[in-house]
């Protein structure tokens, strides 16, 4: 029998209950030591991709959010149906490891922050402040080698210095948001104009500060957009060996 | 960033060119400082690039660093340090025009 998974919680309580909001999920908790696996009932639709199942998956989530710690794992995530009878194999190999994990994001929330900055005006900064004074003087010195300079300084400076400039903004970024955080993990420059995108790993206490925190940003100068998203299920900082975490942002 | 008045490069050993500028460095050291905690360090290198280096790249980052500290100092309720903060970015804002 298929089954749709929401995820591990720290609770081996009974639970039977229909989820408000969704299209009458009713959810059990199938118990495993002091842990236990959130299930529902499945059928064709329930596994199809559509905004309703997304839906009624967040709702069921941040409903078991509010009361305990949720552990989101392959291939215990939406739209994964799990066989009834894997379930106990998946509770036995990973106790441990599930244990450790809900211990680590216990009380935690994640938030994912995107920076974007406008890659070619910074790169055309960079360039121009080269071109301007260093090109005149490379000139006077040694005119057969301009072309190989040119190309030096296209391939290899203008990309470092890109780099080290990305490096700088993510830092100052960070030194303001990631005193907040208990854990974090980066992408950096993703793409041309994707400076960072950030996961931010945050005691639910803090969560308020935190949002407080990426207000600020607003209003800074810099000329960058700052996007939040959260508060999510800590998917991207569950570390199980073997199991594939939501998305890799280490 | 380079400029031949500011900054230096070299050929090195291995035939590689080497650059880096003041106000890079500056602003990377004065990172450094805020990173460890060290904020009136790091708000004296910020603004000496916002003075000394008013139209570059590192200004721009060196801005936004301070209006950070600056929201710092206020959300730890020491509010007159970062209006005297803001203040000193504004009036060297300023004088650069």
Redesign the interface.
């Known amino acids: 029998m298929k089954i749709v998974s929401y995820g591990v919680i720290d609770s081996s309580e009974k639970i039977d209950s229909l989820i408000t909001g969704t299209k009458g999920i009713r959810i059990y908790n199938i118990p495993y030591r002091d842990i236990g696996m959130v299930i529902s009932g499945s059928d064709r639709s329930s596994m199809k991709i559509s905004n309703d199942n997304a839906s009624d998956y967040n709702i069921v989530v941040e409903h078991l959010m509010k009361k305990f710690t949720v552990l989101p794992v392959l291939p215990l995530r939406f739209r994964t149906p799990v066989n009834k009878k894997d379930i106990l194999p998946i509770m036995e190999n990973n106790y441990y490891d599930f244990k450790d994990n809900l211990k680590r994001i216990r009380h935690k929330v994640e938030f994912g922050l995107k920076v974007v900055w406008k890659g070619d005006e910074?790169k055309d900064?960079?360039t121009r402040?080269?071109k301007?004074?260093?090109y005149?003087?490379l000139k006077a010195y040694d005119p057969r080698g301009i072309k190989f300079?040119e190309d030096?300084?296209d391939k290899?400076?203008i990309e470092k210095?890109f780099k080290?400039?990305a490096d700088?903004?993510i830092?100052?970024v960070d030194?303001?948001l990631g005193r907040f955080a208990s854990e974090k993990r980066f992408e950096k420059l993703k793409s041309k104009n994707l400076l960072l995108k950030a996961l931010y790993l945050i005691d639910k206490k803090r969560q308020q500060e935190f949002k407080e925190?990426f207000d600020?940003f607003r209003i800074?100068?810099?000329?960058?957009d700052y996007t939040l998203r959260g508060p999510l299920p800590p998917f991207n900082f569950v570390e199980i060996e073997g199991m594939e975490t939501q998305r890799s942002y280490k | 960033?380079?400029?031949?008045?500011q900054g230096w490069?070299f050929w090195n050993s291995m035939g590689?060119?080497t650059?880096t500028?003041d106000p890079?460095k500056l602003?990377?050291l004065a990172?450094e400082f805020?990173?460890a905690g060290v904020l009136t360090y790091a708000i004296e290198l910020y603004i000496k690039i916002l003075d000394q280096y008013p139209d570059?790249?590192e200004a721009?980052?060196a801005?936004?660093?301070v209006?950070?500290i600056a929201?710092?100092y206020e959300?730890e309720g020491n509010k007159e340090t970062a209006i005297s903060l803001v203040r000193k970015v504004t009036v060297i804002a300023n004088e650069n025009c």
């Open positions: 910074v900064w960079i402040e080269y301007r004074d260093a005149g003087k300079i030096v300084f290899y400076v210095e080290d400039m700088i903004f830092a100052i030194n303001f925190a600020v800074a100068p810099g000329n960058l | 960033m380079l400029s031949a008045s490069q590689d060119i650059s500028s890079f602003l990377n990172n805020d990173r570059t790249l721009v980052a801005r936004l660093a209006f950070l929201k710092r959300n």
